[in-house]
């Protein structure tokens, strides 16, 4: 079956800088890849998605990509906020998988002022 | 348009007893999917359901079962309970079964004792 491996498992960045969190996966067969945020004591808010036939989307500070030959797709944030603190997910499906999304472990991102 | 919500936010159980949670889905979504969240790691697949029937299952025991009622709220039920089964339950909700996106709630903290 599916498996997502996600790197580093803490990030402490300096506010203002980049953090960078990395997911790969094991079924060529998965074709979307979202990221959740979540923040202590509440679920997961999904912030980004891509899909197997996009290489790179980005939405604001936000960018994730994908390289499908490598199966690795990655979180890029950038001019990070100390709002951002919180727990990173990363996720894969596989195509008609009857909604099991699998997730890595989780990176928790501390974003310092 | 209300988001999904869940009932209780937290619950305190012992072990062998059985145990309820509730979930009401995102305005217009027919599909609920249930995930278990240990402390410190990523959310795992339990079942999805769609129209009422189940569509799909983790790899959890039998005692681990859902109902999906008209209106699409949904029902967790874990029978027997571990001490294992204490975790974070999650419910999210999709627009169809063939949505990708699902959007999670907030939770059931459920402790066993």
């Known amino acids: 079956g599916e498996n997502v491996e996600q790197h580093p498992s803490t990030l402490s960045v300096q506010e203002g800088d980049s953090a960078v969190i990395k997911c790969t996966y094991s079924?060529?067969?998965?074709?979307?890849f979202p990221w959740y945020k979540q923040e202590l004591g509440k679920g997961p808010q999904l912030i980004i998605d891509?899909?197997?036939?996009?290489g790179e989307k980005k939405d604001q500070r936000i960018a994730v990509t994908l390289n499908k030959t490598a199966k690795h797709f990655s979180l890029h944030i950038t001019e990070t906020q100390p709002e951002d603190s919180a727990v990173y997910f990363c996720?894969?499906?596989?195509?008609?998988?009857?909604?099991?999304?699998?997730f890595g472990k989780g990176t928790k991102l501390s974003v310092k002022p | 348009e209300t988001g999904v919500t869940q009932s209780p936010t937290h619950l305190i159980k012992t072990r062998g007893q059985q145990v309820t949670l509730r979930c009401s889905s995102q305005?217009?979504?027919?599909?609920v999917s249930w995930y278990q969240q240990a402390l410190g790691q990523g959310p795992q697949f339990i079942f999805q359901?769609?129209?009422?029937?189940?569509?799909g299952r983790g790899n959890f025991p039998p005692r681990f079962s859902g109902l999906q009622f008209p209106n699409y709220s949904s029902e967790l039920n874990v029978n027997a309970l571990e001490l294992d089964d204490s975790a974070l339950y999650l419910c999210?909700?999709?627009?169809?079964?063939?949505?990708?996106?699902?959007?999670f709630g907030p939770g059931t903290r459920l402790t066993v004792l």
């Open positions: 079924d060529s067969a998965s074709n979307y």
């Open positions: 996720a894969a499906r596989r195509g008609g998988s009857q909604g099991n999304l699998i």
């Open positions: 359901y769609y129209r009422e029937e189940e569509n």
């Open positions: 999210a909700s999709s627009l169809d079964i063939s949505s990708d996106t699902q959007y």
């Open positions: 891509i899909r197997s036939n996009v």
């Open positions: 305005s217009g979504h027919n599909t």
